[in-house]
């Protein structure tokens, strides 16, 4: 079946530590996103990317690191610079011509810092 | 800057009501807005996706519908279920951008 696989569900990180959060998919998309959602708020957008080898900083990338150098695959690195991290992370993947541009969202990961 | 807003915040009813849930937004100039319903601990699910230039879209017990000149948009559920209980969120992607600009959420609960 086709979808978005994001890793691991649960992640505990202490302070200080950079943490990689993985997100596959096998959809052919060629957009990925990164989201990050805080209760009472709404899903804020930290990195995009639109094609292999090419990414853009979204409204709230501070402290945040990825990469894009397979289409099936990107990556977040939260690192110690992340002042506030913990969160409920989640990453999604769209086709990049324009249409429908349905997004599809992986079941998220949930980092919390000790 | 792009605004979204939804109203209410939180919606409890029993089970067989018609409901309607709210989203307004600041600027029009907008390509398309998603519908998606989110599962406590869950990723988000596509519900419905509106074109700026169409009026409203339909799927199953769910219409959404989008006055763009407004800036508004509405989902109605027909005969609520308790399974529909979720968190409904919509999003608006600005024209000439990839980028989605998501509403804070209408948490529903459907009780029997």
């Known amino acids: 079946d086709g979808g978005i696989t994001q890793s691991p569900k649960y992640l505990f990180r202490k302070e200080g530590q950079n943490v990689t959060l993985s997100c596959e998919q096998n959809?052919?998309?060629?957009?990925m996103y990164w989201y990050r959602q805080d209760p009472g708020q709404g899903l804020r957008l930290i990195y995009y990317?639109?094609?292999?080898?090419?990414?853009q900083k979204g409204d709230i990338a501070e402290g945040y690191s990825v990469s894009r150098e397979k289409k099936e695959s990107f990556p977040l690195t939260v690192t110690s610079a992340q002042k506030n991290p913990t969160a409920f992370y989640l990453c999604a993947s769209s086709q990049a011509s324009a249409g429908a541009n349905v997004l599809t969202f992986g079941a998220g990961s949930r980092l919390t810092v000790l | 800057k792009q605004e979204v807003t939804q109203i209410p915040a939180a919606l409890s009813v029993p089970e067989g009501e018609n409901l309607v849930l709210n989203c307004s937004f600041t600027d029009s100039a907008i390509y398309n807005l998603q519908w998606f319903r989110q599962d406590p601990g869950k990723g988000l699910t596509s519900l419905l996706l509106?074109?700026?230039?169409?009026r409203e879209q339909t799927s199953g017990r769910l219409n959404a519908s989008l006055d763009k000149s407004s800036g508004r948009s509405t989902l109605y559920i027909a005969a609520s279920q308790p399974g529909d209980s979720a968190t409904y969120l919509c999003a608006v992607r600005r024209k000439n951008t990839d980028k989605l600009i998501f509403g804070t959420g209408t948490r529903l609960q459907v009780f029997p």
């Open positions: 509106i074109q700026s230039s169409q």
């Open positions: 990317s639109q094609i292999v080898n090419d990414f």
């Open positions: 959809l052919n998309h060629d957009a």
